[in-house]
């Protein structure tokens, strides 16, 4: 269902979140064995790296962002986001 939903051309981006380090890894592992172009984000970033992160998700790169709760706090994304929590 998950994978059904990426596909879908009306988010260009869709932020996962999952309850666990260990299920946020494997749903970025399954994403990209499936062809997903994704990013996973767990514990703090460092500066430079979220701001590398955002500059690949201002470009297009990545598909699918993968997260922890402890994450969501906001990125600022400009356009539609579908935000899934997948533990729910």
């Known amino acids: 269902l998950l994978l059904h939903a ?4 009306k988010a260009p981006l869709h932020l ?7 299920v946020a890894e494997w749903i970025a592992y399954k994403l990209v064995q499936n062809g997903v172009k ?3 984000v767990t ?9 590398s992160l955002m500059e690949t998700l201002r470009a297009g790169e990545v598909k699918a962002v ?4 402890d994450q969501a706090r906001p990125f600022g994304f400009a356009g539609p986001v579908n935000i899934v929590h997948f533990d729910i």
């Open 43 to 51: 514990g703090l970033l460092p500066l430079k790296r979220r701001a």
């Open 6 to 9: 990426l596909k879908a051309p």
């Open 38 to 40: 994704t990013e996973l």
């Open 16 to 22: 996962i979140f999952a309850n666990t380090r260990t």
């Open 66 to 69: 993968v997260l922890t709760d």
